[in-house]
């Protein structure tokens, strides 16, 4: 959006409004699911609908708004980084899904894997167990890269491997981000498809669940029943490397997120602290 007003050549504020509210239909559409994307969209439009001056102005004013919310997911990480820290043990192997690092937010630190970064600057020896991540394989390609360029130890497991990991007593925590956090509900978690198993896994064998989320993803507007669930492209499962793995004419259901309910979730790892059970306590409480 910050792009659209920086190369709109609109002569007035209320031209430059109509191309960012295009601007934000397009990135709302991209994914569905991702509250801090519709909570960022509505951040620069209330700043243009409310805006005092000429499109010039405006235009300003919406670059320097954005850069203004990456500097707070930065400040936010680097809290979220430090509380989730001290869950974390020396010597713990801590699981996690999807990608939640540095590629997936501002700055160096990301969510989930910025708890096990600061643990890891703190002197904790750590070792992340990442799963790959089906179909889309971002634990593979994204999460295990990123570990290795910070020099941090990581092995990767394939996604139906977490139940026998977990049962084998080779993993101390479970660590993940989220793409929102539904609040009126009590907190129920969706993100990536397959955290829902991993935390079933989890409670079975009494291996501590976190979410680390900022309150970009909280959305305090809707129910859980009425969010909408991204499904992606079905070649995404039917084909590896390009090749067609699944039989022509078998249908694919490709369901890119699950929801895990607050009764599953240890603590949520906020940039304002760490949330406890029941949240319908402890989220008004950190609030205030």
């Not at 593979?140 to 996604?159: C, F, S, Y």
Request: glycine share 8%; charged share 25%; net charge negative.
């Amino acid at each position: 959006m910050a792009l659209t007003a920086y190369n709109s050549r609109a002569r007035s504020v209320a031209e430059l409004v109509q191309e960012l509210e295009a601007s934000a239909r397009a990135l709302r559409a991209t994914r569905p699911t991702a509250w801090n994307l519709f909570w960022a969209a509505e951040r620069i439009l209330g700043l243009a609908n409310g805006f005092e001056g000429d499109a010039e102005g405006l235009r300003e004013a919406i670059v320097k708004r954005a850069l203004s919310l990456a500097e707070e997911d930065i400040a936010a990480n680097k809290a979220m980084g430090t509380y989730g820290a001290s869950l974390i043990q020396d010597g713990d192997v801590v699981a996690t899904i999807c990608n939640a690092g540095w590629l997936a937010t501002s700055g160096e630190y990301g969510t989930a894997l910025g708890a096990v970064k600061v643990a890891w600057e703190q002197g904790k020896r750590v070792l992340v167990l990442a799963l790959e991540t089906r179909p889309f394989l971002q634990g593979a390609r994204l999460t295990a890269w990123e570990l290795k360029q910070d020099g941090i130890p990581v092995r990767v497991i394939v996604d139906g491997a977490v139940g026998y990991c977990i049962s084998r007593g080779m993993v101390d925590k479970f660590i993940v981000g989220a793409d929102r956090v539904v609040a009126r509900d009590g907190c129920y978690v969706f993100n990536k498809i397959g955290t829902y198993t991993a935390a079933l896994a989890a409670r079975r064998h009494d291996v501590p669940f976190y979410v680390a989320a900022p309150f970009s993803t909280f959305d305090f507007e809707h129910r859980v029943d009425e969010v909408v669930v991204e499904e992606r492209a079905p070649r995404e499962v039917a084909e590896v490397g390009g090749r067609r793995m699944v039989a022509e004419g078998v249908e694919v259901f490709n369901p890119t997120f699950d929801v895990t309910p607050p009764d599953l979730v240890d603590g949520i790892i906020t940039e304002k602290g760490i949330l406890y059970p029941p949240y319908s306590v402890s989220l008004p409480a950190l609030m205030r």
